[in-house]
């Protein structure tokens, strides 16, 4: 057991440093190097972070190892877009991505097989742990990477009202579609990062030659969010035919809204339903024990001796 806590001391005081490396001195370097950046500089300050970006980092330690892997063209398709809606968008994400599932399992399998006999003596779980901790360190990434996708894929369902009222005043300010998603990317960059991130990209695609259906599509299948297809389609319908744009994205956000507020009531309702197991298997308990516990003591001491008497 030794050997365990000096790995697992020696992980926690790692991450320890890791998190206050960043907080205190990553961190405030980037802020410092957003601040130094103009709004004409903005395209140059991206490409520049996206050099840094690809440069060294200790995700590239995996980019060989995930390499080592025979994956399917489908398979590292489907694999990029999850990491792509979750935000991580390097050209080596799907190499790092498999390199970090294959050294997690090959960590956990050496794990379980220098700790099976110490946490058990069944020969039969001598054989299971190894195999079980290579399974939940190959599949536990992709669990990760799920939940990380979804909770963004939320917090920009959430942005959208903002982002389309930010929209919306800027066209009726005069401003064209394209200005439009330059300034909602830029005042929204520090309240919701994530939905600037995919617009500032809609821009600089835009930028390079794209066509305008052809970027807004894209940002539609990278965030993989039905509310934000929906919102590209009303941006290409308002471009190709000309209709009120104001008009339309004050009426998406207002359905947004009230979507929302629909998706609130709809969670009260089910709380009580969700509570009643919590309630059964927790509360109740502790409710009979403390109700009804003196009674029961009570009981068992007068009952007990008058039945001993009649023997």
């Known amino acids: 057991m030794g050997i365990f806590f000096a790995f697992l001391m020696f992980f926690l005081l790692m991450g320890v440093i890791s998190v206050f490396g960043y907080l205190h001195y990553v961190k405030p370097s980037r802020l410092l190097d957003q601040l130094a950046t103009t709004t004409s500089d903005a395209i140059p300050a991206r490409l520049t972070e996206q050099k840094r970006k690809d440069g060294f980092s200790f995700g590239q330690l995996f980019i060989p190892i995930g390499n080592l892997l025979p994956v399917s063209p489908q398979d590292a398709s489907a694999t990029r877009e999850e990491l792509v809606a979750a935000g991580f968008r390097s050209s080596s994400s799907v190499a790092v991505f498999y390199g970090v599932k294959i050294v997690l399992a ?23 742990m190894p195999v079980a901790g290579g399974g939940i360190g ?12 979804k909770r963004r894929r939320e917090r920009i369902r959430f942005s959208l009202p903002d982002v389309l009222d930010l929209m919306v005043v800027c066209t009726e300010a005069g401003c064209g579609l394209d200005q439009a998603i330059v300034n909602v990317s830029r005042e929204l960059k520090t309240v919701h990062p994530d939905i600037a991130e995919e617009l500032k990209i809609v821009n600089m695609e835009i930028m390079a030659g794209k066509s305008r259906a052809d970027a807004l599509r894209n940002l539609g299948r990278h965030t993989a969010e039905e509310e934000t297809k929906k919102l590209v389609a009303i941006l290409i319908q308002t471009d190709r035919f000309g ?69």
């Open 243 to 311: 209709t009120s744009m104001g008009e339309a994205l004050r009426t998406q956000s207002d359905f947004l809204r009230i979507r929302r507020r629909q998706e609130a009531e709809e969670r009260a309702g089910k709380v009580g339903v969700k509570l009643v197991f919590p309630i059964f298997f927790f509360c109740l308990p502790a409710l009979l024990v403390v109700t009804a516990g003196p009674g029961i003591l009570q009981l068992f001491n007068n009952l007990f001796p008058i039945m001993n008497s009649f023997r």
């Open 138 to 149: 190959y599949f536990l990434p992709a669990f990760i990477l799920g939940r990380l996708a």
């Open 106 to 128: 090959t960590v956990l399998v050496l794990l379980a097989l220098m700790f099976r006999e110490k946490l058990s003596t069944n020969p039969l779980l001598h054989i299971v």
